[in-house]
Structures are given as C-alpha cells and as structure tokens.
C-alpha cells in the first residue's frame, strides 16, 4: 500500500503489518530476519516526512493496552502501556483521576512509541524538559529477537539511544511513565502581543518561569513589524469545572483534498492579518480546556489535506540562544521575501538538552514552518539550512523530509555516538528506514 508520513510527502509503497499481540511482533521480526529484509516501526503516523516510511513498516497501533495505573505515596503516579497507545487514550483516562501527561506535543493522536523514538518536547520544555525524562523505563525488541528493558540505571547508552533514535534501535514494545498531578483539565491563558521578533523574545525571557508559553508569528509580515506574534501562556488551574461543563470538544473534518492553489501569498496574508487583529482584540486572560489549548488543531480532522494533493513539508528548526535573534531574522527574511509562509508557524522557547544523542531540543529557540510542497520550494528550504547550520542550528528529524546527510551530520554532532550504539544492537541494520538512509544513518 501506498504510506506517508502527516505532510504526505513523501509517500512509499510498503508492506503494512499490523500484528494484535506481541507475540506476533516478535514472530514477525524473526520471519523478516529470516528474510533479510528490513522494516521500521510506525505509530500513529504523525510525524510529517519519512521517518515510519520503508518497504516493510511494522505498526504498534493494535498494541494500545494499558497495564499498570499505580499511585504513589507522595501523590504522584506512573502508568505502564503498550507502545501503540495514544497521549489522547492516556489522556482520557488519567485526566478525570487527577494525573496529567507532563509533556505534550500540538496534537494528542501519537503513539507512547512515537513519542518516545522522537523524544517529542512540548510548550514546556524550557522547565520540564523532553517526553523521555518522564519515562521511568522502557521495554525494547532488540533484532536478534531478544527483549530487553531499558532505563536511567540498566543499558543507559541504549535507553538513550532509543529516546529520539527515531525507532532505529529496536521495537519499543511499552513504556513506564510519570505522571503529574493536576486539580482539573482547564488551562489558565494569558495572551500577549508583540509588533516584532524582538519584542516577541524579550516576552520570552520575561515570562521564563510560565509553565507552558508559545507564540504564533506572522511569517509573511515584514520591516518593522518582522516577526510580529501574539505569545500564549498557560499554566493548570485549581478551578475544577462541573461534569456537565466538562466535555470533550467536537471535532469537524476536511472531508476532500482541497486545490493547492487555495493557500497562496494572498489567502494567507489575509488571514495572517485578521488572526492578528482578532488576538489583539480578545481579553488578555481566559480558562480552557486543556484539548483547546494544547491541540487547536486536532478540532480539525485532516486538516493535512488543506494543502493539496502534493502534500506540504513542516520545517521545524532549532537556534541556540546566542545567535537565536539574527539567525531568526534572516530565515524570516527569506520566507517573507519568498512569500512563501504558511498561517502555522510557531514559536517555542527549549530549555537545555539532555543526553540522548539524537534528540532535537537545545537551549534556545524553535520555529516551525508549514509550506505547501512545490518546486520551487526546496531550493528555498535549502538556502534556510545554510542559514541554519551558519547559526549553529538544526532540524528536527520528526518534521523533517528532504534535508541532506551533510546538514543533518552538521547539526547533531553526536551521530557517530549513535551509530556506534545501534551497531552493538543491530549489526545487520534490520532496523531502518527512508529518512535513515537519506541521512546516512544505515550504514
Ligand atoms: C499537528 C501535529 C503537532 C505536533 N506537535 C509536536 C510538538 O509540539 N512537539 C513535538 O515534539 N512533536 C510534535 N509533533 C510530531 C509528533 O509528536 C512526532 O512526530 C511523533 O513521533 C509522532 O508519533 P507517532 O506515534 O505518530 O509516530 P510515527 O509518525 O508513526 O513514527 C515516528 C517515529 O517513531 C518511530 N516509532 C513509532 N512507534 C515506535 C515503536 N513502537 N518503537 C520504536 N519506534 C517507533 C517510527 O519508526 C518513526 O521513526 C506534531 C505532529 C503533528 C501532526
């Protein structure tokens, strides 16, 4: 069958297997070995590129059980599941006991596995750091068949690894998590405006100590008013609701693949300025749920299909703090210039980064980028790497489809590292996958 990633593009012909048990995933993995043929893992298939793209793909998303729910002593708990259970499952089930997920991407439809094999980091990175500090241990196939549990304290290398390893150590068959406690599921938000990237950073560094903050930037605004963004910040409320007014929102659906020609320069421009009049005008403080405030977009089923039959590519990059402010002006430059941008392009402050060699945050600033995939797109998106790599940056794998080995290998240094860890566990390379070989991380 025909497979892509959520920006569908690229897409791959491959031999889907759905194994119920894990039994059957092990049984698999040996018939596959047998064969010499590789595979790679998959999800919920939310990352945007290539990386749960190969002509084998094994998907963990019958393996969604939970297994354990324990409460501890001093009020915090943990809960053991299956790799193929979704953030929304957990969340649903965890929520209305008092718990929380501690760290949350923008959208609630990823796997335990996805999230681990990305090291997915949230609007509150900058404090409480990636998903994979929050996962007390994991159990891992290892090629050759063998299962192995893995944590802070045995076969750390590997544990590392495997925490943003993009599923190119093994299968993660579950995971153990910790959970935060919260008093009910509202968000309390504070909105703030800034007129330019500059005014945008300096909220940042203002509002360091907020325990979750975001801003949405206007990418197609330029001069002055470069980098304009409206900046979100949100902590738990005590406020706990009444049942009746506590419910899950509902969801509508882009039913068809709209024309590309829908987004263009204009359509977005027009939107960009009306979003940015509307937040202007709306009160400063307001209470939401936590669905509405950590996953706008998921209110929207298939909004993927807005651009188009060609897909679109997300392009999420890091700056360390040091050159963060000139290097963000030179790539909005470019994408403004370009008039290429898109109406979801975020701003994100990360905090330090841990010791998983492949994970994607370091202390300083992510903005990601939407863009309809087109030609003349990827000679631009190159000149943004050049800008990127000057700057001492980089992309995230989770996002990424088309960036090059010299790009990715300038950008996480610690690749060797990795290499040498995946090739004490699997030798003959049966883990790999489309992104893996474009970036040179097969071999
Ligand atoms: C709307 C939207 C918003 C997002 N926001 C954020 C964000 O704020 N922060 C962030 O960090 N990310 C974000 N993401 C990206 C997303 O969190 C990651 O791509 C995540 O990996 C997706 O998980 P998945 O289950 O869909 O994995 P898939 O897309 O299916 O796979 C992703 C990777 O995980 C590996 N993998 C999956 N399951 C397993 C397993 N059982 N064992 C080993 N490897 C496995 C795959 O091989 C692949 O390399 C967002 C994505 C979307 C669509």
């Known amino acids: 069958m025909q497979l892509s990633g959520w920006g569908r593009y690229p897409s791959s012909e491959s031999r889907l297997i759905e194994p119920a048990t894990q039994g059957v995933v092990s049984e698999q993995l040996a018939a596959l070995r047998a064969q010499s043929s590789c595979l790679i893992s998959r999800g919920a298939g939310r990352s945007y590129g290539d990386a749960a793209l ?13 297994i354990a729910l324990e409460s501890n002593q001093d009020g915090s708990a943990t809960l053991r ?24 991407p923008g959208t609630a439809h990823v796997s335990v596995g996805g999230a681990i094999a990305a090291d997915i980091h949230g609007k509150n990175h900058h404090l409480d750091g990636c998903f994979s500090e929050h996962v007390e241990s994991l159990t891992l196939l290892l090629a050759d068949g063998s299962i192995r549990e893995c944590n ?18 093994g299968i993660v068959l579950d995971a153990t998590l910790r959970l935060t406690r919260i008093a009910g599921p509202l968000i309390d938000n504070r909105t703030y405006i800034a007129n330019s990237l500059q005014e945008c950073l300096e909220l940042f560094a203002e509002h360091a100590a907020a325990p979750y903050s975001v801003a949405w930037i206007d990418c197609l605004s330029s001069g002055q008013h470069l980098g304009r963004s409206v900046l979100f910040l949100g902590e738990h409320s005590q406020v706990v609701p009444d049942k009746k007014r506590d419910r899950s929102r509902r969801t509508i659906s882009v039913p068809f693949t709209t024309p590309g ?8 421009n027009v939107f960009n300025t009306l979003y940015f009049k509307r937040q202007k005008m709306r009160s400063e403080a307001n209470l939401m749920h936590y669905q509405q405030y950590f996953f706008p977009l998921d209110a929207i089923a298939n909004w993927n299909r807005l651009y ?9 990059l890091v700056l360390p703090e040091m050159s963060a402010a000139q290097g963000l002006t030179q790539i909005l430059k470019k994408v403004s210039e370009a008039g290429k941008g898109s109406f979801l392009a975020v701003l994100k402050q990360l905090g330090a980064a841990n010791n998983n060699p492949l994970s994607f945050p370091l202390a300083g ?9 087109e030609k003349s797109l990827l000679p631009l998106l190159n000149e943004l790497d050049a800008i990127l790599t000057d700057h001492g940056g980089r992309l995230y794998l989770a996002k990424d489809a088309r960036m090059s080995e010299a790009t990715f290998k300038a950008g996480y240094p610690r690749w060797e590292e990795f290499m040498e860890i995946k090739a004490a566990v699997d030798p003959d390379n049966l883990f790999t996958s489309k992104l893996a070989e474009r970036l040179g991380l097969s071999a």
């Open 54 to 66: 190969a002509p084998v793909v094994l998907t963990s998303k019958h393996l969604d059980n939970f």
């Open 81 to 104: 599941c299956a790799a193929g259970a979704t953030l929304d499952e957990i969340l649903r089930l965890i929520v209305p006991r008092g718990f929380f997920l501690p760290v949350l």
């Open 152 to 169: 802070r304290d045995k076969d750390r290398p590997l544990f590392e690894a495997t925490c943003g390893g993009m599923g190119l150590t």
């Open 261 to 268: 020609w829908l987004l263009n320069k204009h359509t977005m």
């Open 308 to 316: 188009g039959k060609n897909g679109f590519i997300q392009y999420q």
């Open 365 to 373: 600033y992510t903005l990601t980028l939407d863009f309809k995939m």
